[in-house]
T-cell receptor
Framework: DGGITQSPKYLFRKEGQNVTLSCEQN?????MYWYRQDPGQGLRLIYY???????QKGDIAEGYSVSREKKESFPLTVTSAQKNPTAFYLC??????????????FGDGTRLSIL | GNSVTQMEGPVTLSEEAFLTINCTYT??????LFWYVQYPGEGLQLLLK?????DKGSNKGFEATYRKETTSFHLEKGSVQVSDSAVYFC?????????????FGGGTRVLVKP
């Protein structure tokens, strides 16, 4: 079955530590996205990528970094500069990039907590 | 800029009751509109979509009609079940924007009691 796989499901970070969240898709989608969801709130866009080797900042990119070396993969690194990283992180993909009537498909999320 | 406003929850209903979740939007272009559903501890699943004015999206007994004149996309279901308990998100994607970015509403939690 095609889909988006996020790992791990739960992740714990110590103060001052960088952590990387994995996102892999086998839907052959060009575009991929990272969102942050805080309790009782909607989704906020962190980064997105329309094509391999290219990515753009979203609304809350500070303290995060991404790479897009392969079409299937879009890992998110939460750096020590992100002062409040505890949240639920969702990865999504869609295709084609310029057709806004195509929905985004979501993974099951990674819950990050500070130890 | 684009924005989506949906009614705050939680919405608590009894089984077989009628559900309406209001959603209104502001967009500079010609958006496509979506409803997503999120079950506890999971990601978002597409529930339905509409891509132009007067389109009606429907799925699993849920319906929503794209109303350009009122800039609304209200979600309705005639008879809810306990399994419909979830958080529902209204979202838009602006055809004029690069990257097919979604703008989400804040979500509405629905609790259906037996």
């Amino acid at each position: 079955d095609g889909g988006i796989t996020q790992s791990p499901k739960y992740l714990f970070r110590k103060e001052g530590q960088n952590v990387t969240l994995s996102c892999e898709q086998n839907l052959n989608h060009d575009a991929m996205y990272w969102y942050r969801q805080d309790p009782g709130q909607g989704l906020r866009l962190i980064y997105y990528s329309q094509i391999v080797n290219d990515f753009q900042k979203g609304d809350i990119a500070e303290g995060y970094s991404v790479s897009r070396e392969k079409k299937e993969s879009f890992p998110l690194t939460v750096t020590s500069a992100q002062k409040n990283p505890t949240a639920f992180y969702l990865c999504a993909s869609s295709s084609p990039t310029m057709a806004s009537n195509q929905p985004q498909h979501f993974g099951d999320g990674t819950r990050l907590s500070i130890l | 800029g684009n924005s989506v406003t949906q009614m705050e929850g939680p919405v608590t209903l009894s089984e077989e009751a009628f559900l309406t979740i209001n959603c209104t939007y502001t967009a500079t272009g010609y958006p496509s509109l979506f409803w997503y559903v999120q079950y506890p501890g999971e990601g978002l699943q597409l529930l339905l979509k509409a891509t132009k004015a007067d389109d009606k999206g429907s799925n699993k007994g849920f319906e929503a009609t794209y109303r350009k004149e009122t800039t609304s996309f209200h979600l309705e279901k005639g008879s809810v079940q306990v399994s419909d308990s979830a958080v529902y998100f209204c979202a838009l994607s602006d055809r004029g924007a690069a990257g097919n970015k979604l703008t989400f509403g804040g979500g509405t939690r629905v609790l259906v009691k037996p």
